[in-house]
T-cell receptor, first 111, second 113 residues
Framework: KAGVTQTPRYLIKTRGQQVTLSCSPI?????VSWYQQTPGQGLQFLFE???????NKGNFPGRFSGRQFSNSRSEMNVSTLELGDSALYLC??????????FGSGTRLTVV | GENVEQHPSTLSVQEGDSAVIKCTYS??????FPWYKQELGKGPQLIID?????GEKKDQRIAVTLNKTAKHFSLHITETQPEDSAVYFC????????????FGGGTRVLVKP
């Protein structure tokens, strides 16, 4: 079966711009979560959506937002980009709770 | 909130030897402990997980042990092979926190042929 698909794979943006990342979960999975991975901070939880509702939120500023559509596809948005937002953004999905499958991520570089 | 510490940060073993990675967590309410393997250019892949009502779980060459009293859990890889070389992450999540995982800092494992 198809895995978690994230688009685009690579992105270069300028400081101050905004960016939208997309995630298509495994078919039938209702939970979609987003993580930021950096060499310095490791893997950090951004937020989780379950059946279109945000179920959990991490400790990131309001510039980071997300949403989930009725087909479980999810997007995350980062506004007013800062250099420190450069990271690998990972999406993960599961049917209920536990047993995440991660996508390969979107590598965002802010210049 | 939960805090997970992972040791060692790097581990070099000879092919065929065993590798052990240890993690400690702070929140006694945590009840789910997965382990992920991340290869270069890929997302983390779930390799094994354990719930708090179980002390040990095995899957072929991989095993995980959990000590809830001491709040630590470990990953054991036996008969290591070069393809086991990767970064391994432990994680924990408290009951009721949905899929909000707190990850350890990672262990880079190198298996030398």
């Amino acid at each position: 079966k198809a895995g978690v698909t994230q688009t685009p794979r690579y992105l270069i943006k300028t400081r101050g711009q905004q960016v939208t990342l997309s995630c298509s979960p495994i078919s039938g999975h209702r939970s979609v979560s987003w993580y930021q991975q950096t060499p310095g901070q490791g893997l950090q939880f951004l937020f989780e959506y379950f059946s279109e509702t945000q179920r959990n939120k991490g400790n990131f500023p309001g510039r980071f937002s997300g949403r989930q559509f009725s087909n479980s596809r999810s997007e995350m948005n980062v506004s007013t980009l800062e250099l420190g937002d450069s990271a690998l953004y990972l999406c993960a999905s599961s049917f209920e709770t536990y047993g995440y499958t991660f996508g390969s991520g979107t590598r965002l570089t802010v210049v | 909130g939960e805090n997970v510490e992972q040791h060692p940060s790097t581990l070099s073993v000879q092919e065929g030897d065993s590798a052990v990675i240890k993690c400690t967590y702070s929140d006694s309410a945590s009840n789910y402990f997965p382990w992920y393997k991340q290869e270069l250019g890929k997302g983390p892949q779930l390799i094994i997980d354990i719930r708090s009502n179980v002390g040990e779980k095995k899957d072929q060459r991989i095993a995980v042990t959990l000590n809830k009293t001491a709040k630590h859990f470990s990953l054991h890889i036996t008969e290591t092979q070069p393809e086991d070389s990767a970064v391994y992450f432990c994680a924990a999540t408290p009951q009721g926190a949905g899929n909000k995982l707190t990850f350890g800092g990672g262990t880079r494992v190198l298996v030398k042929p």
